[in-house]
């Protein structure tokens, strides 16, 4: 399983930006998809979720709200637009996703993108 973060940037508090993520190597649709991120001095964390057909997304309570997870099944992507960012969303996000098809929890993903880094200005 390969995956393929980008659209990572600086931008200014109250600005947006969108990440996009590639994946390839198995078929798409079958997994859940997420978003992790990973402050300077701190723990990676948990972002967002989706499940294989977008019927359901979860999200960590700081970003509700304002972020929202998306995927295209054709594309094999999945998104995560980024709203209203504060400089505490600076940090390197991951896409990841699990080894067993239909997972919808919020454990440790078994796959991992390369990272794209945010940084939010004050």
């Known amino acids: 399983v390969q995956l393929q973060a980008f659209g990572g940037g600086l931008v200014q508090a109250g600005g947006s930006l969108r990440l996009s993520c590639a994946a390839s190597?198995?078929?798409?649709?079958?997994?859940?998809m997420g978003w992790f991120r990973q402050a300077p001095g701190k723990e990676r964390e948990f972002v967002a979720q989706?499940?294989?057909?977008?019927?359901?997304?979860d999200y960590a309570d700081s970003v509700k709200g304002r972020f929202t997870i998306s995927r295209d099944n054709v594309q094999n992507t999945v998104y995560l637009q980024m709203n209203s960012l504060k400089p505490e969303d600076t940090a390197v996000y991951y896409c990841?996703?699990?080894?067993?098809?239909?997972?919808?929890?919020?454990?440790?993903?078994?796959?991992w993108g390369q990272g794209t880094q945010v940084t939010v200005s004050s």
């Open positions: 989706i499940t294989t057909i977008g019927q359901r997304t």
């Open positions: 990841a996703t699990y080894k067993t098809p239909y997972y919808t929890g919020r454990g440790t993903p078994d796959y």
């Open positions: 190597g198995r078929t798409f649709n079958l997994y859940g």
